[in-house]
């Protein structure tokens, strides 16, 4: 199985928090948005740098920059807005995608309703951010827009996944790195991630 599992204790630490039961939707929200944060510092560790120059204040110095490709920010409707805040707050500058999803509830394929991609996708990094990968049906279907529309440097960035969902994500898409903050155990017979987070979107969204 190919995922990166972030074992920062910070991250650790807020995962926990998170996975109270009785958690406030403005804790779930706030927490959701840190973790977002340190997932992205982790999932744009290996983006090139190159050395310009530039004016310093004694004369032109040398300084390192992100190189070449743009970053486009994918958040999966609904329950991905929830880390948006936290990946802007490192990657300003990013252009957003937006791709809208549901799980149907019975059959759990994804249901798409909506997408909004920005231009010149082959130009740029995509960094998919929704905080449940499950079976990995979202995940597999988003990408493959992604792919379709040319992009093809692709992460995902997701809070807590199962087992069954990257395996089927790696295997779609071998060329997509996942980061987490955990994998969890397994999936339970309604498609809920055990332990998992309980339904993400309605506790970031506040609805039932
Ligand atoms: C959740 C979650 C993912 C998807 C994961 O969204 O945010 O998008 O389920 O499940 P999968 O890996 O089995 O596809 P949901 O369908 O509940 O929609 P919401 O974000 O609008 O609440
Ligand atoms: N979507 C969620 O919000 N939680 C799960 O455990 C699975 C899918």
């Known amino acids: 199985m190919n995922i990166t599992v972030v074992n920062h204790p910070l991250i650790q630490h807020k995962l926990g928090l998170l996975r109270e039961g009785e958690i406030s939707t403005m804790k779930f929200r706030q927490l959701t948005q840190e973790l977002a944060r340190l997932l992205a510092y982790e999932a744009t560790r290996d983006f090139e740098l190159e050395t310009v120059t530039i004016e310093g204040w004694c004369g032109p110095i040398e300084v390192q920059q992100i190189k070449g490709k743009k970053v486009t920010v994918v958040p999966i409707l609904r329950a991905g807005i929830g880390m948006l805040d936290g990946v802007l707050d490192l990657v300003p500058s990013a252009k957003i995608s937006v791709v809208g999803l549901y799980r149907n509830e019975e059959t759990l394929e994804p249901v798409p309703y909506f997408d909004k991609f920005v231009d010149n996708l082959n130009e740029r990094i995509a960094l998919i951010i929704d905080p449940m990968l499950a079976t990995g049906g979202s ?51 309604v498609g809920y991630i055990i332990p998992g987070l309980g339904d993400a979107g309605d506790k970031i969204f506040g609805t039932k």
Do not use: F, W
């Open 139 to 189: 995940m597999v279907a988003t990408i493959d827009l992604l792919k379709r529309k040319g992009c093809r440097h692709i992460k995902a960035v997701v809070m807590v996944a199962a087992p069954e969902g990257v395996r089927i994500v790696n295997e779609a898409h071998p060329d997509v790195q996942i980061y987490a903050a955990s994998l969890d155990s397994h999936l339970n017979e």
